[in-house]
């Protein structure tokens, strides 16, 4: 008889651990693992931990076997691992109508169940009575499940179950955005069950969905039925998030020992190094002990102080957890193997001796890792003292199976029965490695010949749609419709994928379905569902962007394609080809786009290296594939309809036509239903400062009615509405004024009584004048409402809406962005990635608000919203204005565009208000145009979508701009780069008549450049770096701050640690309550000086009362303006007159909260600085005295 190896005795041995210890507590009906031996309930995730160990084991006896016995041993686990997977895949299918629900609603209630009965597999806890929602626990099962099955391991045996799991990467396709109760099935870590956003979560569902993408379940003898898919661009979003969020857990956990899990073994879902060295020295910082590593920071579970009658924590008493955190030994189990991976031997053998040392030997003499280790209750106070001091006893479960399962498969990695390729089949651990160049290959199309002739003249040569053939290209629609039908099951009730997104990772494949191949252009370009999509400058910039996004995340076999339209509608007033677009094709022709590798080509030449993807489950259902043909005729036959309204007249036919002029009661009817309001002192005090720093100008303030004209007009008058790009039209009778209604928008229809609406379709009939036709629809919607028949033109079936649908067509084609704006509200267009970019914003942990301050009328996001439910919570904020509601979609989109592109922009910025953000722009351009606010309004909804885009970027970013007009295209600029455009023109215009104008002009700049600085950061929230730990602090030496009412409690740093997102929301909660931008601002400075106080007064300052910081504010005021009559300031002008400052209120520059416009315009340093005034305001309150009992003198240099 052939004696056993040394490695065979070895494999024995850790056989005996485990089935002392795992698989004994296995059941032998549904192969579920119960916690313990009294307790039958089965966790998910602890079943998927706890089998691991198993599954190694049966590896490493098939790799090393020596006789048939070990084979037969290996055979034995193997079907062990398959036994516990389909047992947790049974329970989880008698619950797919949960899952079903829970895939359109993301519901708690709908979630699938954490834990089942070990003994029948049944739910054993009501849907309310646990936290079920535990994203990562379902995807982890689908990590391991994948990678079992590319073991070699068979554990899904019909289609039902393909479908059932296809249905499973649905319900974790939204991780990204769906708060859940996380991996230690608390939510908030106060355990009142309220869900967050876990990056633990999120990280495991990105390493499920790139696991099981095209993984066919049923091995080696499948077939294309068995195949499992996910859209790259769910998992790309997994992954922007990860980078924006780590080493942060969640709102209330900033820190987490559970990211290991994500970091490293299993998940590996962070693809940066220094992002993963980053969370785990963070973690290892702050959470690691003697006996293992703290889940995070002041957590009670099972500490002496934990009140065992209750589950839930109230918040004042988190503070008492502080420094006696039990301490998990599991944690030091994941480190083994993340040294193991990563070859790092000081690492494996640091934690491996660590580990032995707390391990409890039984009398059997098998090791066993108890669950966590506790400080007892006479050794608190010793610990309060000196952490990490005190002996700590073993409590909880024993072993912890969990820990157990993970030291087990340590040891067979670090003793050599298992490499790590063995255990990561997929290979994700080399997810971080370095990634070859990639280059970016783009297809250009011509929507016809025409286009394609356009095109040629300009020396590119391109192919027509139609001549793609045998290719096909359709839009992003087509590829959502496809995806829809993929994992329908009737017999279960399954619907397929419920999201009608599909991203640019996506829309970058080709894909072959039934040996011929498909191309989709980017959703981006839909023009049939917004209008961004009309303008051609933020298209191209659109591109520009989306290149960037491919070269930086394509993880996919296979080069990135994009297939770009070029269409009529991209064509100009002249019918001609954009300068802008023929600049751009010009660099592709080049090879590079902004650091970016490209190749330009034909679709056909790009088949063999382009990443492909079968659609083979399209072939599972004949009445699905003849479903999807019917869908892809009706794309093919859709008409564009007849016109109806009268073309707008050009100008020599307006001069060569005496038609009568109507003037009807109805006209201005829509800018009557606009909203935007600035207040007139925020722009007549910059407006007043300018004036008084320069003399009289030859230049006349610009305005909608007498500004800069395009190439090729001379005269305003002479404009039809239709044709004055970027500016309001002069068909506005000057008479008549553009005054907008109030917030409440109490514009009445009363007035018009007795207007004959047949009279209006008639006068519509002859109309011209867009603005006519604008405002005769707008009055037609609003009376009769949409679906009213007008007969126009004699014939039934006409409706509002029809006309309402043509005239925003009409404005289009012509780019008359207000008017596009209006007609879309109207029409109630939306943003097909709306909720999506609400979402990119949220996640990464800041909040929005739509509408103006104060509440209830400014609507607060703070977390991800369904698309409808969006919409009307923008539509609630902004009133019956559709024009300001469709630019706050607009500025929603942009700004998720930042976030995702430069999120260095959001840095220290909690909460994005779109109100205040637009009323930031409407000041900006009443300064740079000279204007009223109302015109300055009209202004800005003029603006093309690119120059909104770039406006919003110029504000986020701080940078001082202007408006200059290159050429005939208006562009937002900073004054290096408009000095750039003014040398260019020198041969129009002289650099003589040019300088004196330009300088005059900076100088007046500098002119409220800090008032505008603080305006424009207060709206955006911003503070700077740091801020908030250090009110945390400030709270520490003081019963509580004191803002405008409301007070910050020192009771908030028992509550929260000074690193949590929760308490960076409550100091913005209540900073917030400040409606005006600056004056908030000059809030968050005093709020620093405190700061700064605190840090560095060595515990002199008396702060042992609430103090006032709004009173700081004004007493720093007050001296200003003292300083400012003794020296004869610019405040002697307003607020430094002996009547002002014997009564300062109402204050004659109209500062905001009776500050001096002045104040709020100095710059923060100097010896008249805002921060002087501040820290002698401070020391006054909080009693500073110099050595000589005199006052000090404090100046900021």
């Known amino acids: 008889m052939r004696s056993r ?67 037969a041993k290996a055979y034995e686990l193997e079907k062990s691992v398959v036994k516990l997977m389909r047992g947790l895949l049974m329970s989880m299918m008698k619950q797919v109508d949960k899952l079903e629900r829970f895939k359109h609603t993301q519901s708690r209630r709908d979630a699938l169940h954490a834990k089942y009965s070990s003994k029948t597999g049944d739910t054993v806890v009501g849907d309310r009575d646990w936290g079920h929602l535990q994203i990562d626990a379902t995807s982890l099962f689908i990590l391991m499940l994948a990678q079992m099955t590319a073991s070699g391991l068979q554990i899904i045996f019909t289609l039902d179950e ?72 769910e998992a790309q979003q997994c992954q922007a998030i990860l980078q924006s969020v780590l080493p942060r857990e969640s709102n209330s956990k900033e820190v987490d020992a559970g990211l290991l899990s994500i970091i490293s073994f299993p998940a590996f879902a962070v693809n940066n190094e220094e992002l993963i060295e980053h969370t785990k020295q963070t973690i290892l910082d702050k959470l690691e002990g003697k006996y293992g590593c703290c889940r995070f920071l002041r957590d009670g579970y099972k500490t002496c102080k934990e009140d065992p009658n209750r589950l839930h924590y109230e918040p004042w008493e988190l503070k008492v957890f502080e420094n006696i955190e039990c301490e998990w030994p599991l944690f030091f189990a994941y480190l083994i193997i993340d040294g193991a991976f990563y070859g790092n031997e000081t690492q494996v053998n640091k934690y491996r001796d660590r580990l032995d040392d707390i391990m409890i030997r039984g009398e059997d003499g098998i090791v066993r890792v108890p669950e966590l280790y506790s400080v007892p209750s006479d050794k608190v106070e010793e610990e309060y003292k000196n952490p990490r001091s005190q002996k700590r006893q073993p409590l909880g479960m024993l072993p912890h199976k969990w820990g157990q399962s993970l030291f087990i498969l340590g040891r067979l990695l670090t003793e050599g029965f298992l490499s790590p390729g063995e255990l990561d089949p997929l290979s994700r651990h080399l997810i971080s490695g370095p990634k070859p160049d990639l280059i970016v290959q783009v297809v250009i199309l011509a929507e016809d010949s025409t286009i394609q002739e356009k095109l040629a003249e300009n020396g590119l040569k391109v192919e027509t749609i139609a001549e793609t053939s045998p290719i096909h290209a359709y839009p992003a629609r087509v590829l959502s419709h496809m995806y829809s039908l993929l994992g329908k099951n009737r017999k279960m009730g399954l619907s397929g994928r419920p999201s009608s997104e599909v991203g640019l990772l996506a829309t970058s494949k080709l894909y072959r379905f039934r040996d011929e191949i498909y191309a989709f252009f980017p959703q981006a370009l839909d023009q049939h569902s917004f209008y961004l999509a009309l303008d051609t400058d933020f298209m191209l910039d659109m591109f520009r962007t989306d290149v960037g996004y491919l070269h930086d995340n394509w993880q996919m076999v296979g080069r990135p394609t994009m297939v770009i339209p070029i269409t009529h509608r991209l064509l100009d007033h002249y019918l001609s080809l954009p300068t ?255 909720a999506k970019a ?81 009323q930031v722009m409407v000041t900006e351009l009443a300064r740079t145009f000279k204007c009223s606010g109302d015109d300055a309004s009209e202004h800005l909804l003029n603006l093309s979508p690119f120059e909104v885009k770039t406006l919003l970027h110029h504000i986020l970013s701080g940078k001082e701009f202007g408006v200059a007009r290159d050429f005939d295209q208006s562009l937002f600029m900073t004054p290096g780069e408009m000095i750039t455009i003014a040398q260019r023109r020198k041969s129009v215009v002289t650099s003589q008549t040019l300088l004196p104008n330009q300088d005059r002009d900076e100088d007046n700049d500098r002119c409220g450049q800090w008032l505008r600085r603080r305006r424009i950061d207060g709206a955006l929230n911003r503070v700077p770096v740091g801020f908030y730990p250090q009110v945390w602090k400030v709270l520490e030496r003081c019963p509580g701050l004191s803002i405008e009412g409301q007070t910050l409690p020192s009771s908030l740093t028992k509550e929260m640690t000074d690193g949590e997102f929760k308490f960076a929301l409550q100091v913005e909660m209540v900073m917030n309550r400040i409606p005006e931008p600056e004056y908030r601002q000059l809030m968050v400075e005093a709020v620093m000086v405190l700061t700064l106080v605190a840090q560095h007064d060595n515990c002199l300052a008396n702060m042992n009362w609430v103090i006032p910081v709004e009173k700081i504010v004004r007493d720093a005021n007050e001296a200003f303006i003292v300083d400012q009559a003794t020296y004869h300031g610019d405040a002697t002008q307003c607020c430094a007159t002996p009547q002002n400052m014997a009564k300062p209120s109402p204050l004659k520059c109209e500062g905001a909260r009776g500050i001096c416009q002045h104040f709020y315009d100095s710059a923060p340093s100097g010896r008249y600085g805002t921060m002087t005034y501040l820290f002698r305001s401070v020391a006054s309150n909080l009693n500073f005295k110099s050595s000589d009992g005199e006052n000090l003198d404090c100046s900021v240099s």
């Open 580 to 834: 802008s677009l023929l600049a751009m094709m010009k660099k592709l022709q080049a090879g590079y786009l902004y650091g970016s590798r490209i190749e330009l080509g034909k679709l056909s030449d790009f088949v063999s290296t382009s990443c492909i993807t079968k659609l083979t489950f399209l072939d599972k259902s004949s009445e699905e594939t003849q479903e999807l043909f019917e869908y892809l005729e009706t794309l093919s036959t859709k008409s564009l309809g007849s016109r109806r309204l009268a073309p707008i007249m050009s100008e020599e036919e307006k001069l060569g036509t005496h038609r009568f002029q109507r003037s009807n009661s109805i006209k201005g009817i829509v800018k009557r239903t606009r909203s935007i309001q600035v207040e007139p002192g925020q722009i007549l005090g910059m407006l007043r400062n300018r004036s008084r720093h320069s003399s009289s100008s030859s230049a006349d303030p610009i305005s909608p009615v007498t500004g800069p004209l395009p190439i090729g007009v001379t005269k305003s008058e002479d404009i039809p509405c239709g044709f004055t790009p970027h500016l309001l039209s002069s068909s506005f009778d000057e008479g008549s004024s553009l005054k907008h209604v109030q917030s409440d928008l109490t514009w009445h229809l009363d007035q018009y009584d007795g207007i004959s609406c047949t009279e209006l379709v008639e006068v519509l009939k002859e109309s011209e004048n867009l603005q006519e036709q604008a405002d005769i629809i707008h009055y037609l919607y609003t009376t009769k409402g949409p679906k009213w028949d007008t007969h126009f033109g004699g014939h039934a079936g006409c409706t509002v809406k029809d006309l309402l649908t043509e005239l925003y067509d009409k404005a289009g084609h012509l780019k008359q962005w207000w008017l596009v704006r209006h007609t879309a509200g109207m029409l109630k267009k939306r943003v097909e990635d709306l």
């Open 162 to 233: 393909v479908d059932f799991v296809q249905n499973l990467v649905f319900y974790i396709e939204a991780a990204y955005r769906t708060p859940d109760y996380g991996i230690w099935e608390r939510g908030d870590k106060t355990n009142h069950g309220f869900p967050e956003l876990n990056a633990s979560s999120i990280g495991m569902a990105k390493a499920a969905l790139e696991s099981i993408n095209e993984l066919d379940l049923f091995g080696a003898r499948g077939g294309p039925q068995s195949v499992i898919y996910t859209l790259a661009d």
């Open 838 to 918: 609400t979402t990119d914003i949220v996640v990464r942990q800041k909040q929005l608000s739509v509408g103006l301050p104060p509440e209830p009328r400014e609507k607060i996001i703070t977390a991800p919203l369904p698309p409808d439910e969006l919409e009307k919570l923008i539509a609630s904020a902004c009133g019956e204005d559709t024009s300001i509601a469709m630019l706050t979609q607009e500025l929603l989109i942009y700004l998720a565009m930042f976030v995702k592109t430069e999120p260095k922009l959001f840095t220290e910025m909690l909460r994005i208000r779109v109100g205040l953000i637009i």
């Open 5 to 71: 190896s040394n490695s065979g005795v070895r494999l024995d041995f850790y056989q005996r651990i485990v089935n002392k210890t795992i698989l004994k507590h296995q059941n032998a009906v549904t192969g579920l693992i119960s916690a313990t031996e009294q307790n039958s309930h089965s966790w998910v995730r602890d079943n998927v931990y706890s089998i691991m160990c198993v599954w190694g084991l049966a590896l490493a006896y098939r790799k090393m076997a020596d006789m048939d016995e070990d084979r």
